[in-house]
């Protein structure tokens, strides 16, 4: 009798995994679908409207900039010396290469940008050169009336994702006989990072004031770069100015920017720039 039973119970267990198999997962997706199906569900998704970006290295954005501007620099010096016929302009604009250097107006997230945050990068970035020791204190602040400021974007036309946004200050032309002493004239400052790429500027120092290496030193520094190597084949007439000292650092594709510091003896004129 007693046999019996356990056979009766393993046929009933037997019989019961079968039918687990044969029907419980039917069962199972129809009470999961009661759960799911018509009822809305909320998730939250990062950074769904924000896109991809291409971020660039210092190095990257310093000389992709400087071939933008040194392009922008061959193009107005050539059609100021020949005159301006058609041929012309189009031998220019080879001679323009693959970097451009064009007028924007708007930052790198496709968001239009006011000139009004060129005004505060470029008075933050003043403040730091002096912080620094890069530009005396004696320079003036900036105000925002005596100054022109514009967006512009270095592109290098071949890979338009290498792009770098930069404010254009400018002492305004409007003013006549506006006084430059002690004043920033120009600067290129990044619009993402307010670093500030270039300046020229009146100084009350002479060139024996200035410790060019100290500066380099400094200005490669708190962009973020490599210690600077002393440019030992700089030639001496690149410069308009005998008093000037030129430096490398790693650029792009193995190739360097040049950097130089300088001054104009007689308007006590510093400046720091780069170039390919």
């Given at each position: ?8 119970l393993?046929l009933?267990?037997?019989?019961a ?11 199972w997706?129809e ?14 998704a990062?950074g769904?409207?924000?896109?991809y970006?291409y971020?660039?290295?210092?190095n990257?954005?310093v000389y992709?900039?400087?071939k ?20 012309n302009v189009?031998e220019?604009?080879e ?5 451009a250097?064009?007028e ?5 997230g496709?968001?239009?940008i ?5 005004y ?14 890069i ?10 009336g ?5 967006l ?7 890979e338009?994702?290498?792009k770098?946004?930069?404010?254009k ?5 409007n003013?006549q006989?506006?006084?430059k002493?002690?004043?920033?004239l ?18 009350g ?5 200035i ?11 708190y962009?973020?770069?490599?210690k600077?190597?002393?440019y ?21 594709d193995e190739?360097?920017?040049i950097?130089?510091?300088g ?6 004129e510093l400046?720091?720039?780069i170039?390919?």
């Amino acid at each position: 009798m007693k046999r019996v039973i356990i056979s009766l119970l393993a046929l009933l267990f037997a019989g019961a995994v079968v039918w687990v198999s044969v029907w419980g997962p039917e069962r199972w997706t129809e009470y999961t679908d009661k759960a799911i199906l018509g009822v809305v569900h909320e998730e939250d998704a990062e950074g769904g409207n924000e896109g991809y970006r291409y971020l660039l290295s210092i190095n990257e954005k310093v000389y992709i900039l400087s071939k933008a501007l040194g392009s922008q620099q061959v193009l107005e010096s050539e059609l100021s010396a020949k005159t301006k016929n058609v041929s012309n302009v189009v031998e220019y604009q080879e001679l323009a290469g693959s970097y451009a250097f064009l007028e924007s107006q708007k930052d790198s997230g496709g968001n239009r940008i006011d000139e009004s945050e060129g005004y505060a990068a470029a008075k933050e970035g003043l403040k730091d050169l002096q912080e620094l020791g890069i530009l005396p204190e004696s320079v003036k602040a900036i105000k925002d009336g005596a100054y022109d400021v514009v967006l512009y974007s270095a592109i290098d036309v071949l890979e338009p994702r290498n792009k770098v946004l930069v404010w254009k200050l400018s002492l305004s032309t409007n003013q006549q006989n506006a006084d430059k002493k002690n004043r920033l004239l120009d600067a290129y400052i990044d619009a993402d990072t307010g670093k500030v790429y270039e300046f020229y500027a009146r100084t009350g120092l002479q060139w024996e004031d200035i410790d060019a290496d100290e500066i380099a030193e400094k200005w490669s520094d708190y962009m973020g770069l490599e210690k600077p190597t002393v440019y030992e084949n700089a030639n001496p007439l690149s410069e308009t100015t005998p008093y000037f000292k030129q430096y490398t650092f790693q650029g792009m594709d193995e190739a360097n920017t040049i950097m130089t510091i300088g001054f104009y003896e007689g308007i006590n004129e510093l400046y720091l720039k780069i170039s390919k």
